[in-house]
């Protein structure tokens, strides 16, 4: 079966998920336990560290996909508002651990129960689609994920470029 939507009207319905995904992102969230508002990256460190207790900084960088410069400001941020802590390692003295508060361990707590309201509200929408469907959906994602990161790395390399010619 062919698509009745043009690929611009598919590209228009893609755009409009992601814009929305970024208001989502844009906006703090509210952790009552904590009495805190967090933003989506912060959010997401926390969750890092919480599946990974006393993990390094490089690792946490790796784990969140960023570099360390900006995990170790994400950090920063954090320990100033009492999530986390940093320790230095029993096993040597240049690795900075890094692990959750007792705040941060409720902020963590209160997230993992909101995305599996989350993954459960999408199970949900997904229950009602063939599995066939969902597949395809699951294999263009993939598909689409591969092209940007194409169009990531050819935008990187080219300001590589720029950057060169103008020295």
Excluded: W
């Amino acid at each position: 079966m062919k698509y009745s939507l043009n690929s611009d009207e598919i590209v228009d319905i893609f755009i409009k998920i992601v814009n929305q995904y970024r208001m989502i992102d844009e906006f703090p969230r509210y952790f009552d336990k904590a009495d805190i508002f967090l933003h989506m990256a912060e959010i997401q460190t926390i969750l890092a560290i919480g599946k990974n207790e006393n993990i390094n900084v490089t690792n946490l960088a790796k784990f969140r996909g960023i570099t360390k410069g900006a995990i170790s400001q994400m950090i920063n941020k954090l320990v100033k508002k009492g999530l986390v802590i940093k320790n230095i390692s029993s096993q040597t003295d240049n690795e900075v651990m890094i692990q959750l508060t007792k705040r941060g361990k409720e902020v963590f707590e209160e997230q993992k129960r909101y995305n599996e309201f989350l993954n459960q509200k999408v199970a949900e929408i997904l229950s009602g689609i063939p599995e066939e469907a969902v597949n395809d959906f699951m294999n263009i994602s993939s598909s689409l994920e591969g092209f940007f990161n194409e169009i990531v790395k050819i935008n990187k390399d080219s300001m590589k470029d720029k950057g060169k010619n103008q020295d």
